[in-house]
């Protein structure tokens, strides 16, 4: 399984390089919209990832759900064996990763439910609680 993740900006590539340092991960790939080269760059960037990767399982994870960089991928959802994620974070590309071959698509909502609970207000957890340990 290739990752190829997509974004506005520098998040897509910021992503990709914890990923490189902490994994060494040489299956994520990362490209993205800039204010310089648009939406078309992005486009002939993915059109030559993917034809590298013929036959091989590729999840593209985008920033946003409608943001542009998911717009221009969207069409990639016609290649046989391809998954659009919108609304990346790094707790799900970790999984992705981490996943040993292709995955299914009831697989892929399983690490999404996952990678929501990621997301939390730190300021509302209860760290004064007492273990066995502790006392």
Known sequence: MKILLVS?????EGLCN????????????????????????????????????????VIICSDMMGGSANQTVYPFLSRPNTFLVAGMNLPLVMQLHLEDGDITADALREMIKDAKTEIVLVNDMDFTQKGEDDE
Do not use: P
Request: charged share 25%.
């Open 18 to 57: 914890t990923m490189h340092r902490f994994f060494g991960a040489d299956n994520i790939f990362c490209a993205a919209v800039t204010e310089k080269d648009g939406s078309a760059k992005l486009r002939e960037t993915v059109e030559n990832y993917l034809a590298q990767w013929e036959g091989e399982q």
């Open 8 to 12: 506005h900006g520098k998040f897509a």
